[in-house]
């Protein structure tokens, strides 16, 4: 038997709301951390995403094992071979910022840093509901909308490393209005209160919920008559709480797709539930 | 040097108005044929279909070069491993028919079939316009829409073999109307003549062609924000007289692309005009 010795590394998905980091061993979580994402500014930001992190540095010493480097996941437009943020629609004051300087003082450990969808999608891949898949998207429903693709063993990034934005399908061309605006208006900025209403049973929030499955059958349709995955893996504060709304989405789907073999397209959720996206950060670390 | 026979290959896209078939010698077309489609039978149509290609066989006795197989390109949803066709749109006769079939009785070369759209980029990207990319969409705009990917040195077939379906895009959910149902509309079953009016300054035509161009700006954004290829090369009877149309595309598509690196794309038009589609049928045969 080959000896390796074990190596830690620490993964941060820095969302709208929260921050979640976990310690990870290379196959299960060690531990996990959650703060409340500071919006004020950067330099608060910065102390308390260190905050996050520095027990892990404790606990790796306790346990005589290294730390590796640090993944950190974001949502937004981002330069993964600059480490930057372009363009952050949920966190403004990281536009234009250089994410890895934010812990250059602190700690020595390389970091990288990715999409947080892509994030998600690799860690369901790798450990997750998706390990038997070859080429599957990867869909985030939360805050907003994000995409992802797997496929020749790989987070597929385009030519300009540009791809990834469902939420931005147009449908209603006639009000201009893009799927993901159409989904934060429906669900009044708080989907994931409104899954659970609708869930309860609550009919105003259920018809929510149905225009909302319709707009995202035909987000999934659009993607599925293009890139033909064998599997959309769906992730998210939303698809926590919403089988109600996933047979939703299926039924209008099904409707949109041209292919007959490509309506054998599975749509899952994630198994890895509220780590995923740190889980996946971590594994940006080899 | 090294030293090769010389052989040809035979390739033929059959459209719903034209089958145009090539004598191609790896490198150039040796001659070409056209036809218009027969539509009422079956076995009409297998009648023409080697009418149009016999003349070849001929030729390439005169020459003394062996052929050495014949490809099939056909718009519609096919079943490539099959060699059968599973839906055509515009020639219903050949519905659930194996292609490869109807050149039985007449010739024992080995027959392959594919997507007319996946002939078309393959010939653009093989001899044509596209030699010096790796990653490109191709769209063909005639009397339907139809969409191909080039990635990793071939066309990508997705996981059920059923991509390139841009034509099924939702543009406009509250009516459910369809991208290639709203150009068909616009269009009036005639494009190319609608492109030759709006070219020559007809107001009306015009008009029709700001709706088309929003429209499939639209659809290539949604492209480009999903794949994010190089380039996207444009064919079809449309593209070779409508200057005024992409420039429209371009605008609108402008608007909707969300990374700003992937606004860097090419829209670029086919270089093999009407024969690229068989000449990528052609290039089917290696």
């Known amino acids: 038997m080959e000896k390796m010795e074990k190596s830690y590394t620490i993964g941060v998905d820095i969302g709208g709301t929260n921050m979640k980091a976990v310690l990870f061993d290379g196959e299960k979580v060690v531990t996990d951390y959650l703060l409340a994402t500071p919006k004020d500014n950067l ?7 260190y905050a996050l992190i520095e027990p892990f540095f404790k606990k790796a010493k306790e346990d005589k094992v290294k730390i590796k480097g640090i993944g950190l996941g974001l949502a937004g437009l981002i330069d993964q ?15 234009g910022v250089k994410i890895a300087n934010l812990l250059k003082n602190k700690t020595d450990l390389p970091i990288e840093i990715d999409n947080d969808t892509n994030c998600f999608l690799r860690a ?30 790989k987070i597929y990034r385009g030519s300009h490393g540009a791809t990834g934005e469902p939420g931005r399908m147009i449908i209603d061309l006639e009000n201009d209005i893009e799927l993901e605006k159409a989904y934060q208006k429906l669900a009044q900025n708080n989907p994931a209160n409104l899954a ?26 659009n993607i599925i008559n293009l890139l033909d995955p064998e599997v959309i893996i769906v992730g998210g504060s939303v698809a926590q709480s919403s089988e109600l709304f996933f047979s939703k989405i299926k039924k209008m789907m099904r409707g949109y797709i041209m292919h007959p073999e490509a ?24």
């Open 43 to 49: 330099n608060h930001f910065s102390i308390m995403l």
């Open 81 to 95: 071979g600059e480490k930057k943020m372009i363009k952050s629609p949920n966190i403004p004051i990281l536009d």
């Open 124 to 153: 369901e891949i790798k450990l997750g509901i998706g390990k038997k898949y070859k080429n599957a998207y990867g869909i985030i429903i939360g805050t907003g909308i994000g995409g992802a693709w797997w496929i020749n063993d």
């Open 196 to 221: 659970e209403e609708a869930f309860r049973g609550d009919t105003l929030a259920q018809k929510s919920y149905e225009e909302i499955g319709h707009y995202l059958g035909l987000a999934f349709a």
């Open 263 to 286: 309506k054998k397209i599975k749509i899952l959720k994630g198994k890895l539930g509220q780590n995923a996206g740190a889980i996946g950060a971590a594994l940006l670390i080899s």
